[in-house]
Nanobody, 121 residues
Framework: QVQLVESGGGSVQAGGSLRLSCAAS????????VGWFRQSPGKEREGVAA???????TYADNVKGRFTISKDNAKSTLYLQMNSLKLEATAMYYC???????????????WGQGTQVTVSP
């Protein structure tokens, strides 16, 4: 049974940083694409970043240069380093697995429960 558990969310002031983690069990990152999505109230879920089996990465345009996705295959853990956070980054952040680099939520087969990120002025 695949489980994805996110952690690291919280409250931060604009301009600050947070590092999200996603620990996977029953799943290997070695041969699959994994990623991060986020969803704000009243908005559709949007792709943030993805990292493929070979380590290649994809980012949404609005986070490029500020967010970094990485993974530790040995620990089956996915990370999202978020710097220079903006107010619009406030959302529930979800880890997703078994997808594609297209950052399309329908492509991903497994999802975590999410971790809340709140950015304040």
């Amino acid at each position: 049974q695949v489980q994805l558990v996110e952690s690291g969310g919280g409250s931060v002031q604009a301009g600050g940083s947070l590092r999200l983690s996603c620990a996977a069990s029953g799943y290997t990152f070695t041969n699959n694409c994994v990623g991060w999505f986020r969803q704000s109230p009243g908005k559709e879920r949007e792709g943030v970043a993805a990292i493929d089996a070979d380590g290649s990465t994809t980012y949404a345009d609005n986070v490029k240069g500020r967010f970094t996705i990485s993974k530790d295959n040995a620990k089956s853990t996915l990370y999202l380093q978020m710097n220079s956070l903006k107010l619009e980054a406030t959302a529930m952040y979800y880890c997703a697995a078994d997808g594609t680099p297209r950052l399309v939520s329908a492509d991903f087969g497994y999802w975590g429960q999410g971790t809340q990120v709140t950015v304040s002025p």
